[in-house]
């Protein structure tokens, strides 16, 4: 019995100072709002962390698999054989608005309206700016190479080998074991800077050519006499790459962009209500921007990991 | 900490992570050869490279949670309860990895037995192509 009656002293001394069971203290010492961002995120971590081990997995299920570096080798204005530079700018304009959003979160601090608003604005700016150059990224896979959710043109020599000409003759094309190719669609040709292959017109009806097989979505496999290994002397056909690496291309990079376009109009949103001086007048002052300071932090953070995955290794 | 020592550290960050970035890239391009060229040809360098590479990685993650996002000046409680669960994630790459690895194993061993497969049968039609003219051909009433 004395135990019970001092457990009910407790909990009415808590009461009385409006303690813990009331909700008068914060847990963490942080408020619920930020607390439940961290939350979110986290769950939003595992989220994308799946995705990332979803392609680590099928990677490492693959014999083959494309070269980062020679899928995404364009930029815009024409640059070719540029290998990752337009994705490091990318990653720039991330770090960049991470750091501008950490200027309005200070400025917040100090209840200075009009800084917020500015630094708030150039963080908009990175984003869509960032928003800008994968929506180019996007249309030179899909609408130049031709990459899309179960196509992928982008496949890897497994031997060394000579490509066949158009009439079935040797070339003095050669490459190696582990050379990367792309397969064009029949007629386009591989572009004038590539320095390969003649332009002359050919026949591209589906089906069997001596130097190339049209297929039926109208790309054009190369022919080629293998030179090394157990398949010497033997005409072998470009095979396409991986299947899954288009999906898990689009679907994690979009993912991402699409965390990246809710920021983006969250973030504008924040702004145009601190510019109206809603955060001046509330007892919490700007915490909305530092809550939505977090969950930009994390699209950036999360991009570290994408760019690591898909660009780097 | 004052205004002006906060204003400076985040641009000491900015610095810091575009600095590690471009150390990345160069990594990257150095792994697969395109700066040296022979380099891209070295198995271990690659594997070193990759090490490298996600050790960066982690790193410009951890300078963001900490200092952008100001997990330093949070409760231990409250980086704990955040950062913790993520340790699972260890286990989920282990897994999934070997997983993925036993499935190219797998078809390999797949493809093979079908080579196999079709050189027993090449074979079996040979011997059969031999003894035709002597094969008196039963109907079957089963």
Sequence with gaps: M?????????????????GSWKGGEAPFKASYGKLMMWYFLLSDAFTFAGFLIAYGALRFSSPTWPVPDFVFSTAPFGVHDAPLIFVTIMSFLLIISSVTMVRAVQE????????????????????????GCQAWEWTNLIATEHMTVNTNPFGTHTQAGVYLDAEGNETEETFEMGDSYLIHKAGEGHGADHGEGDHEEHDYSVGEHPGYVVNEQGFLQRKFL???????????VQQFGPKAFGALFFFITGFHGFHVLSGVVFLFIIMINAASGLYMARKNGHEMVEKIGLYWHFVDLVWVFVFLVFYLL | MSYEESKKLVYKGLVLLAVVTLIEVFFSLLGKGHVIESLGDITWLGYLIGLILIALSLYKAYYIIYEFMHMRYEVKGLALSVLLPTVLLIWAIIAFFQEGTSWKNRRQQIEEKDKQELKEDKAKEELEGLRNEETIEFEYRG
């Design chain 1, 2 to 18: 004395a135990t019970t009656d001092s457990v009910t002293e407790t909990q009415e001394t808590q009461e009385q100072q409006g």
């Design chain 1, 226 to 236: 293998v030179t090394d290994g157990p398949d010497e002397g033997e005409v072998m």
């Design chain 1, 108 to 131: 917040g601090h100090r209840e200075n309206k009009n800084g917020v608003v500015f630094w708030m604005l150039l963080t908009i700016v990175g984003g869509a700016g960032f928003l």
